[in-house]
């Protein structure tokens, strides 16, 4: 086989995996309802204009998602549903709800997020192979959280993010890059409250090394809330499996910072994660 076909059989493959990934629910709904992984959105719109939902290329089908976070051996138990649809391939819409048991803070907790993403360019734009898919978006979110008002923080925020999205077909297996910045006032991701604003970084990485897999790292870094309160950085490791093409499964662990070490170093412990992700 000579080099020209080596390299559009490459091409081939990779554009498979990755029409796969897409309809297998890649972007996923995060935990707050947003396309993205766990914890970061990513530029790629949640739900496909290939879905039509009965009203035209317009609007898609919605994907949901569904997730359960163990953290600290046990004693916080994160649930959280979501759904989200996108609107002429150019916008996205989602909400999510989440149930948080707490142990020894609050058992009970409460949260609503309702999401909004522009997608700003298109991936390849101008048939280049290196232009990112690039997004801006916001979420409302609330909290019912008990703490709230002993700590001095609002039990609403809105969080802004600008975010770069990527996947990249040359290297010998496609590699998704992502990263943006965030700008928001959350304690612990907006279960416990919200407080001071602040600009930070997050990030991830996926390789797909088979049609129905994908393996990935993302990073979040922690705001200082003001009010004594710097939330820790956030790490998270999973595995997506691709069931069919509506379909997906995850398994991950996360690690949000070590609990107990107080306000200026505010992490609630590390441990799994699983979800499942349906795309109609």
Do not use: C
Not at 136 to 147: L, Q
Not at 215 to 241: M, T
């Amino acid at each position: 086989m000579n080099k020209t076909s080596e390299t559009v059989k490459k091409f081939v493959f990779a554009a498979g995996l990755l029409a796969v990934a897409a309809e297998a629910g890649v972007p996923l709904n995060g935990l707050q309802g947003d396309g993205g992984v766990a914890f970061n959105p990513l530029a790629y719109l949640a739900g496909t204009s290939d879905k039509e939902s009965g009203l035209g290329e317009w609007v898609s089908k919605p994907q949901v998602g569904t997730w359960y976070v163990n953290l600290d051996h046990g004693d916080i138990n994160w649930y959280a549903a979501s759904v989200a649809f996108s609107l002429a391939k150019r916008v996205e819409l989602s909400y999510g709800y989440g149930f948080i048991d707490a142990k020894g803070v609050d058992d009970s907790i409460n949260t609503h997020n309702l999401g909004a993403k522009i997608k700003l360019l298109d991936e390849n734009y101008g048939d280049t192979v290196w232009v990112p898919a690039i997004a801006v978006g916001g979420i409302w979110k609330y909290t019912d959280s008990d703490v709230t008002k002993p700590l001095g923080l609002d039990a609403s925020g809105f969080d802004a993010y600008l975010v770069a999205t990527k996947l990249i077909t040359q290297t010998p297996v496609p590699v998704l890059l992502s990263a943006g910045l965030l700008e928001t006032d959350e304690v612990v991701n907006g279960v416990l409250g919200h407080g001071d604003y602040g600009t930070v970084g997050f990030g991830n990485i996926d390789i797909l090394p088979a049609k129905n897999i994908a393996l990935g790292i993302e990073y979040k870094q922690g705001v200082d809330a003001g009010h004594g309160i710097q939330n820790s950085d956030y790490y998270e490791g999973h595995v997506a499996w691709f069931v069919t093409d509506k379909l997906t499964l995850v398994a991950a662990y996360a690690d949000t910072g070590e609990a107990g070490k107080g306000f200026s170093d505010l992490g609630v412990g590390d441990g799994f994660v699983l979800s499942a992700q349906y795309a109609f």
